[in-house]
């Protein structure tokens, strides 16, 4: 978004990034939902401990995740996918559909990799 878009109110603010270690202090501290939206074979890989999953093409997405947050659109949300491009816009269509705190787990399931997060074997 240029300066011209962002000065006349040209689009919505970005969605803010947060590192896996600080989702991952926060989900530990049941300071926020977070939520997987990678694909299910992707979630055979591992999840992150403690997420929900719900694939991005899911159409009932925005429901289910308002399920997760005990039905208040207000609480904190954090979406993680592989790398942070899918999670970066499910987060847009959650801020879209109404949840006031998203954000989004900048670099995905590779960084929480990276940083050695913990990760828990996905069932069905």
């Known amino acids: 978004m240029g300066l011209f878009d962002r000065l006349f109110g040209g689009g919505k603010p970005a969605i803010p990034q947060i590192d896996p ?21 992707e979630w055979q890989d591992g999840v992150p401990k403690g997420a929900h999953m719900v ?15 005990k039905e ?6 954090a979406v993680i996918c592989r790398s942070g491009m899918r999670s970066g816009r499910a987060a847009k269509l959650l801020a879209g559909a109404g949840f006031t705190d998203v ?11 990276s940083a050695n997060l913990p990760v828990k074997p996905y069932r069905k």
Request: proline share 4%; aromatic share 6%.
């Open 21 to 41: 270690a600080t989702a991952n202090d926060r989900l530990r501290k049941k300071q926020l939902v977070l939520i997987d939206v990678r694909t299910e074979s």
């Open 55 to 69: 694939t991005l093409g899911d159409p009932r997405m925005a429901d289910k995740i308002y399920g997760y947050m």
């Open 72 to 77: 208040d659109a207000s609480k904190p949300v």
């Open 103 to 113: 954000s989004n787990v900048r670099g995905g399931m590779m960084a929480w990799r």
